[in-house]
């Protein structure tokens, strides 16, 4: 809960008058002459798959059953410092969330809306036996222009790179395909990248079986670099933590400003057990599966938990800037989870891949330099939002970019306490005109939706059909409130629709004629 002191902080941060807002593109050539102590550090943890619960650090009102099945005290510890934004969102999957993030830009808007092929120019959709998708971006995130179906944008550890930044990138990449220039880290600005490249996922999280290295059986998934750990007891995630902390000792030692961007492969499948953590799980009675998963989580806990100690070790952690966030919901198909389907982010509905909140909500902390306090904020936001954030927090205001026009918001108003109302009201719009799994599942697959202040509509384009929740009292998505309120439906649709036609967004056809389906506000709601 809540002390009275962070009540009112939060009831402040809804009522001041003074707004940001997110600093655009501006055409200037030269990086800004600071020196490198007027510029903080910047650490993100980018934990891959986690749930908005899958920690027991709340991000809601109250502690959840969910939350008191995990163990992450370095994560409880960080919030202490830190803004913790209990109503933040990503896409439902990773590479759009992903390229969101180094870009700004919507997934409506850059059209990477599926998770990305390792493979070039090969799509990820399944068939579907009503729609086929749009021609999307496929190849995802490119720095060069012409690449066919990438969106050539300026990634922002580009632009921290120019003004004096040392960028480390270790994990998991999977910003674009193999045989892209978008595919490597090395071209997105990183100076240095550890094991990030074309794929999603690990191919295993074992050094005896160097990480799936092995002749004859390695795939586009086999985990690269790190051949140092081959052969050895050393987990996956803790060779990555390794990897970062050698990697930080050269910008301490050069005394530059250091963009440690750590992506985590944990907690995406496989999920194999971590020894140094399963045995406890197993104790409390968790079966196989949820104790292999619960073991990932706390090697993630314990990675950061390395990482922060090193910067209060060289006395770093004060002037360091550190996010931590997920790229989507919780996985909730079942298997490789246990317990029956869609139920594993209870009372979230669904999970990843899904536009119901289970699919989308997710865990955002932000601890600013040189502050040390703790707070909730529960305006919605997104994960387009950091790309000006981090650039805020960075001191970099002048920079060019090559051509997008960021969708997201500077967040740091919020932080400090500067907010009004309009903030509750901003409208945050998810968009997937694709097939991400089979079969079909609880706002899985060809679904847009657009959240504004408390209520949120969502478009199930297979069925035409419109669907609003109150999210305020209805979190779990239980109570379809558009049958009874056609205004606020209709309205919220023609929201949507504008959007979507402002950013140009794709949509599926039909297979039987090959026509465009119709857009949100061209559905009659039910009952009229």
């Not at 102590?37 to 749930?51: A, H, S």
């Not at 994560?75 to 759009?96: G, H, I, M, R, S």
């Not at 550890?194 to 002749?215: I, K, R």
């Not at 799980?281 to 989580?297: C, I, K, M, N, P």
């Amino acid at each position: 809960m809540l002390s009275f002191k962070n009540y009112r902080l939060l009831i402040l941060s809804l009522l001041c008058s003074s707004i940001g807002s997110a600093v655009h593109a501006q055409n200037v050539g030269k990086a800004q002459q600071l020196s490198p102590n007027d510029r903080p550090n910047i650490v993100v943890f980018f934990v891959d798959d986690l749930g908005w619960q899958d920690m027991s650090e709340p991000f809601y009102k109250v502690k959840t059953a969910i939350n008191k099945k995990f163990h992450t005290p370095h994560l409880e510890l960080l919030a202490k410092d830190a803004t913790k934004f209990t109503n933040a969102y990503a896409t439902p999957v990773c590479t759009p969330s992903r390229v969101s993030f180094l870009t700004g830009l919507n997934a409506a808007h850059h059209r990477v809306t599926n998770w990305t092929n390792p493979k070039a120019n090969t799509a990820t959709d399944s068939k579907d036996e009503l729609l086929n998708p749009p021609d999307w971006n496929i190849n995802g995130l490119s720095p060069v222009p012409n690449i066919p179906h990438t969106i050539y944008a300026t990634p922002f550890p580009s632009i921290l790179k120019d003004n004096g930044y040392y960028t480390i990138h270790i994990g998991k990449a999977h910003w674009g395909s193999a045989g892209t220039r978008g595919a490597s880290p090395l071209n997105l600005g990183f100076m240095v990248n550890v094991a990030g490249h074309s794929a999603g996922h690990p191919q295993n999280y074992y050094g005896e079986q160097n990480y799936g290295n092995l002749p004859g059986k390695a795939s586009y998934q086999a985990v690269p670099d790190l051949m140092e750990y081959h052969g050895t007891s050393t987990f996956l995630t803790e060779a990555l933590t390794q990897e970062a902390l050698k990697a930080l000792e050269e910008p301490i030692r050069r005394k530059e400003p250091f963009f440690l961007h750590f992506s985590n492969y944990a907690v995406h499948v496989p999920i194999q057990p971590d020894p140094r953590f399963v045995q406890k799980y197993l104790d409390r009675g968790l079966d196989s599966t949820e104790a292999a998963y619960a073991s990932l989580v706390e090697g993630y806990d314990k990675s950061m938990g390395d990482i922060v100690q090193f910067l209060k070790d060289k006395k770093l952690y004060d002037n360091t800037v550190i996010i931590f966030l997920s790229d989507n919901g919780g996985l909730s198909l079942s298997p490789p989870r246990s317990g029956e389907p869609h139920t594993q982010n209870l009372p979230l509905k669904a999970g990843k891949g899904s536009l119901y909140e289970g699919g989308i909500r997710i865990p955002l902390l932000i601890k600013q330099a040189n502050i040390h306090q703790a707070s909730c904020n529960p305006v919605p936001v997104i994960v387009e939002d950091l790309f000006p954030t981090i650039l805020q927090m960075a001191k970099v205001t002048d920079y060019q970019l090559v051509q997008q026009q960021p969708d997201g918001k500077d967040l740091t108003p919020l932080m400090a306490h500067k907010a009004d109302n309009s903030w509750n009201q901003r409208p945050l719009v998810w968009h997937v005109p694709n097939k991400w799994t089979v079969p079909d599942g609880p706002g899985i697959n060809f679904f847009s939706a657009i959240r504004q202040g408390d209520y949120k509509l969502l478009y199930d384009m297979k069925q035409g059909k419109l669907e609003l929740y109150n999210l305020q009292d209805d979190i779990g998505e239980l109570n379809n409130l558009a049958p009874k309120m056609k205004e606020k439906t209709s309205e919220l649709s023609k929201l949507l629709s504008d959007q979507l036609r402002t950013w140009k967004a794709q949509l599926p056809t039909y297979k039987t004629n090959g026509q465009q389906i119709p857009y949100p506000d061209q559905i009659t709601p039910v009952g009229q």
